[in-house]
């Protein structure tokens, strides 16, 4: 079975400009995470998806922000225009649906770095 | 909110001593809760959970957890460090009644030969 994918590995991009960040999760499984690792600090949620919907984005930072779910399968992140605080690495995770299975499983992460 | 706590934020080791990475938790209901791994320029990777079963849990690669309600802890161990373990530790916690996880600050464990 694959694992959660996420293209690119890196992308380095200069202030204003737009990048977007591509995660595939798990086949079969509903739950879809966004998470950020800005440098020196912790792990931080950014939004959760179940299949096509947006079920809780209260760690987006703001509304340079912009993730989509086509036909809950795969996800974008989209930064636009991006700042120098955007930096960091962003990570994709998956789980199943069922409640008991809070399992995520995480991508490799995008290693985002904007000068 | 649900806060987690790793005590130490590097911790070095010598190869076949114990490792012992620390972690608690804020929440008066016990939460899910999570250990991951970061290996050098790869992703985050599960070594193990608890959700309330048994409250020692056997991980991947030697490790294991015991959850202590009465010390709302949930320690990493491992009984002889190997070089390979030298990774960036993560615990990790859900809520009950959430889906997102609260990651601690991370440790960082070298391993000494």
């Known amino acids: 079975e694959a694992g959660v994918t996420q293209f690119p590995s890196h992308s380095v991009i200069e202030k204003g400009q737009t990048v977007t960040l591509r995660c595939d999760p798990i086949s079969g499984h509903d739950n879809l995470y966004w998470y950020r690792r800005v440098m020196g600090k912790e792990i931080k949620f950014l939004l959760h998806?179940?299949?096509?919907?947006?079920?809780?984005e209260s760690g987006m930072p703001n509304n340079r922000f912009l993730a989509e779910r086509t036909g809950g399968t795969y996800s974008t992140l989209k930064v636009q225009p991006a700042e120098l605080e955007d930096s960091g690495v962003y990570f994709c995770a998956s789980s199943h649906a069922s409640g008991t299975q809070r399992t995520q499983y995480f991508g490799p992460g995008t290693r985002l770095l904007v000068l | 909110a649900q806060s987690v706590t790793q005590l130490g934020s590097h911790v070095s080791v010598s190869e076949g001593a114990l490792v012992l990475l620390r972690c608690n938790y804020s929440?008066?209901?016990?939460?899910?809760l999570f250990w991951y791994v970061q290996y050098p320029n790869q992703g985050l990777q599960l070594l193990l959970k608890?959700?309330?079963?048994?409250?020692l849990v056997k991980g991947i690669n030697g490790f294991e957890a015991e959850f202590k309600k009465s010390e709302t802890s949930f320690h990493l161990t491992k009984p002889s460090a190997h070089m390979s373990d030298a990774a960036e530790y993560f615990c990790?916690?859900?809520?009950?009644?959430?889906?997102?996880?609260?990651f601690g600050a991370g440790t960082t464990v070298t391993v000494r030969a």
């Open positions: 990790a916690v859900i809520r009950s009644n959430d889906y997102k996880l609260s």
């Open positions: 998806f179940v299949k096509e919907s947006k079920q809780d």
């Open positions: 608890y959700t309330s079963a048994a409250t």
């Open positions: 929440s008066s209901v016990p939460p899910y």
